[in-house]
């Protein structure tokens, strides 16, 4: 099925299917300098990356969001920590979400002082 054939709204999907990523082994240092600026400026290292070589960036920001892949081994040990069943990873999550808030807060207070 080519490009024509798929329904307009899938399309845009279908671009970016082709698209290749590549990984970039740099010295610790120089990624560190790369992904803070991209903090600094609220967009993401792929897209802080893009900016640096001139290539067309997403006009609209994503949402920002943080991510860890969590096994069922993950869920389990989370689960005994927050004394939650490790099938109720919902519970789980938003128990992650008030320990991570805990200590960005804790973290913002200590450099302020």
Do not use: C
Request: charge should be positive; glycine fraction near 2%; avoid cysteine.
């Amino acid at each position: 099925m080519s490009n024509k054939e798929l329904p307009e709204k899938w399309q845009q999907s279908a671009k970016v299917i082709k698209a290749v990523q590549i990984a970039f082994d740099m010295d610790t240092k120089l990624q560190y300098s790369i992904r803070r600026s991209a903090l600094d400026k609220g967009i993401s290292p792929s897209e802080q990356i893009r900016h640096l070589l001139e290539l067309p960036t997403h006009k609209k920001p994503k949402r920002p969001r943080l991510t860890v892949s969590l096994s069922s081994e993950d869920y389990q040990q989370l689960g005994e920590r927050y004394q939650i069943p490790a099938d109720q990873q919902l519970e789980i999550k938003k128990s992650v979400v008030e320990e991570l808030t805990q200590f960005a807060l804790k973290s913002e207070f200590n450099k302020s002082e």
